[in-house]
């Protein structure tokens, strides 16, 4: 039970390691949300090996769940410690990680903060990919110690980026402007990715 993270806290060369040993591998569950990149084991064939899991759907599983090779699992954010707790229990996490700080910190940067603390409770093993284009984000479950990591590989590739949203439609307006006549003054407000936001 692998937990990769989701976004841009993949660590791809190390993913791409791990994919192309799939011949050697039975039975390893990939579990992950909303990746940016295409992985073959993602791909239909690969299950016996390789099989993946996500807890969100982003635009690269969107294109391969009709394909029968993605278990999709609808998860709330506010149910996802649970939803962890009781289905993931994770026994390796793989992530990339900044450069330590001078305390032996290394953070996993900006979106990794999202699950990761919570792979780390049950994981047996941890691998970072070191990585000095990952920015060092602050905050309470974003950063881990570089010595209890099992295992550090580097890459200093940049990281993978969301491409901009299309054209916004007369749709997407139609919809922002019912909802901006919802929102009070002083509101906090989450926004997600895409036209509509």
Aim: a negative charge; proline letters at 6%.
């Amino acid at each position: 039970m692998i937990w990769l993270p989701p976004v841009n806290g993949a660590p791809n060369e190390l993913t791409l390691a791990i994919t192309r040993r799939y011949k050697e591998l039975e039975d390893v569950h990939m579990w992950s949300a909303m990746q940016l990149r295409l992985y073959d084991f993602m791909k239909p064939g690969m299950e016996s090996h390789i099989e993946y899991h996500t807890v969100f759907v982003g635009s690269v599983e969107r294109k391969l769940t009709p394909l029968g090779a993605i278990n999709v699992h609808s998860v709330g954010f506010e149910y996802l410690k649970p939803f962890f707790d009781e289905n993931i229990r994770p026994n390796v996490l793989i992530a990339e990680v900044s450069e330590p700080d001078e305390e032996g910190n290394v953070c996993f940067g900006p979106t990794g903060g999202a699950a990761n603390y919570l792979a780390l409770p049950t994981a047996k093993k941890v691998i970072l990919q070191v990585n000095p284009n990952v920015p060092f984000i602050y905050g309470v479950r974003n950063s881990m110690k570089i010595q209890d990591a099992d295992f550090i590989c580097y890459s200093e590739e940049d990281l993978v980026e969301i491409s901009e949203a299309k054209e916004i439609s007369d749709i997407d307006k139609k919809i922002a402007g019912l909802i901006l006549n919802e929102i009070e003054d002083g509101s906090c407000i989450q926004l997600g990715i895409g036209a509509l936001s």
